[in-house]
């Protein structure tokens, strides 16, 4: 089986920063694509960030030139840099994986169990 854990998450206040990881452990062959996914109370879960295996990224409109995905391949591991944050940044942040457990075999998406983000103003 494939388990994330994502850590980093708090209270700060508007304008501050905050730092998020996410490691993916079990049996993982190649992770093409991690990224990070939030869900404010009332709202749908919303792409924040994505980043491939060979590096491209992309962000949501929202947040691009405040936040900064960027992954280490060789641990498994993704992180969000978050600077100049707002309180409409509040939610709860995800991690996800896009990863085959053995070559040759499907794709599947994995999640972490989510981490809050709360932005004071």
């Known amino acids: 089986q494939v388990q994330l854990v994502e850590s980093g998450g708090g209270l700060v206040q508007a304008g501050g920063s905050l730092r998020l990881s996410c490691a993916a452990s079990?049996?993982?062959?190649?992770?093409?694509?991690m990224g990070w996914y939030r869900q404010a109370p009332g709202k749908q879960r919303e792409l924040v960030a994505r980043?491939?295996?060979?590096?491209?990224?992309n962000y949501a409109d929202s947040v691009k030139g405040r936040f900064t995905i960027s992954r280490d391949n060789a641990n498994n591991t993704v992180y969000l840099q978050m600077n100049s944050l707002k309180p409409e940044d509040t939610a709860v942040y995800y991690c996800?994986?896009?990863?085959?457990?053995?070559?040759?075999?499907?794709?599947?998406?994995?999640w972490g169990q989510g981490t809050q983000v709360t932005v004071s103003s």
């Open positions: 079990g049996r993982i062959f190649k992770i093409n694509v």
């Open positions: 980043i491939e295996s060979g590096g491209n990224t």
């Open positions: 996800n994986a896009d990863l085959m457990m053995a070559p040759a075999q499907p794709t599947y998406r994995y």
